[in-house]
């Protein structure tokens, strides 16, 4: 069987789902652009990989008893899918 012209243009429209990271610390940063990734697998492990990152770039920042690092993460329709939570305790 051959693809027709119509067969093409379904497969060149379809696009991967967009997952949006915020993040919660100091201040809030709201993910307006996202990214498209397949699934919600990938999803997680981008959220894994990026929480790794920021938290190495706080530099010390993040204190005991100070205020919880997260990121929350969001499919196109704003569903939650996952939260990552950091939260420092300081043992007396």
């Known amino acids: 069987m051959t693809e027709g012209p119509a067969r ?13 990271f915020h993040v919660y610390h100091d201040r809030t940063e709201l993910d307006d652009e ?3 990734l397949p699934d ?6 981008e959220a894994t990989v990026t929480t790794g990152q920021i938290i190495q770039d706080l530099d ?3 204190r005991p008893g100070g205020k919880d690092w997260r990121m929350e993460v969001t499919d196109e329709f704003a569903n939650p899918l ?3 939570r950091i939260h420092a305790d300081k043992r007396t």
């Open 40 to 45: 919600v697998q990938a999803a997680w492990r």
């Open 82 to 84: 996952y939260v990552i």
């Open 8 to 20: 093409r243009a379904v497969v060149e429209e379809w696009t991967m789902p967009r997952y949006f």
């Open 60 to 62: 010390g920042r993040l």
């Open 34 to 36: 996202g990214e498209e």
